[in-house]
């Protein structure tokens, strides 16, 4: 079964191996393979543990967790999380969704969208009536924010590592539209892990 909980302290060496293994996945062949190869999961737990304590401009980090098997023993395991708070650039958005993970093998399963869900209800609780996420056009994964209502709303060139690449930003104005679209499926409808 998955759940999805703010984020402790305690969780961040989990969400920095999910970041490493989602980008190597996700951003093969859009960024460069060395830069991938040289993620360093310590740094990023590091980042993330400093990013789970600041709450600075209603910054929040979710998780997505798996209970293990009903014959496994051992803790639910962190799959995929989110993170933002209050838009760190003026004037598109009220409100960010600065990151989104799901682990390849647990994509699929309803947790991006219960994660964008948390996000959203997190920011309009702290006042943003709307929200946005930016995402490299070149990722795939901008379908998802398409497919969850979100409209393009500008388009820019950036350097991640060096490196040149298109990024846009994905935009949900008021943010109801994407409380609306990550509602939980009605009864009758429910998938595998609900
Ligand atoms: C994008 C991502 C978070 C989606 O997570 P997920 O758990 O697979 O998504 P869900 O299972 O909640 O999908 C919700 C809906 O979106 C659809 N969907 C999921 N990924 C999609 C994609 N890439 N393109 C189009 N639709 C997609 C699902 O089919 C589902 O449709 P439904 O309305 O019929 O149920 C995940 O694929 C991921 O981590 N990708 C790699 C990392 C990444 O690129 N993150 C974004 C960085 S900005």
Do not use: K
Not at 23 to 43: N, Q
Not at 82 to 108: F, Q, W
Not at 156 to 173: C, F, S, Y
């Amino acid at each position: 079964m998955i759940s999805i909980r703010r984020a402790r302290p305690g969780d961040a060496a989990a969400i920095a191996a999910v970041h490493v293994a989602a980008w190597r996945s996700a951003y093969a062949g859009i960024l460069r393979d060395g830069y991938l190869a040289e993620l360093s999961e310590p740094r990023l737990a590091g980042f993330y543990h400093r990013a789970i304590l600041d709450r600075r401009e209603g910054h929040a980090v979710f998780v997505a967790t798996a209970a293990p098997e009903a014959a496994e023993a051992g803790t639910p395991q962190v799959v995929g999380f989110a993170s933002g708070g209050r838009a760190r650039r003026r004037g598109l958005a009220e409100g960010e969704v600065e990151t989104l993970y799901v682990l390849d093998d647990y994509r699929e399963r309803g947790c991006g969208r219960r994660l964008m869900r948390a996000m959203a209800a997190h920011l309009r609780a702290i006042g943003c009536n709307s929200a946005m996420a930016w995402v490299l056009e070149e990722n795939p994964s901008r379908f998802f924010y398409r497919h969850l209502g979100g409209r393009i709303a500008m388009r820019e060139a950036i350097r991640v590592a060096g490196q040149g690449v298109e990024q846009i930003a994905l935009l949900w104005d008021p943010i109801d539209t994407l409380l609306a679209a990550t509602a939980p499926v009605p009864e009758g409808r429910l998938r595998e892990d609900g």
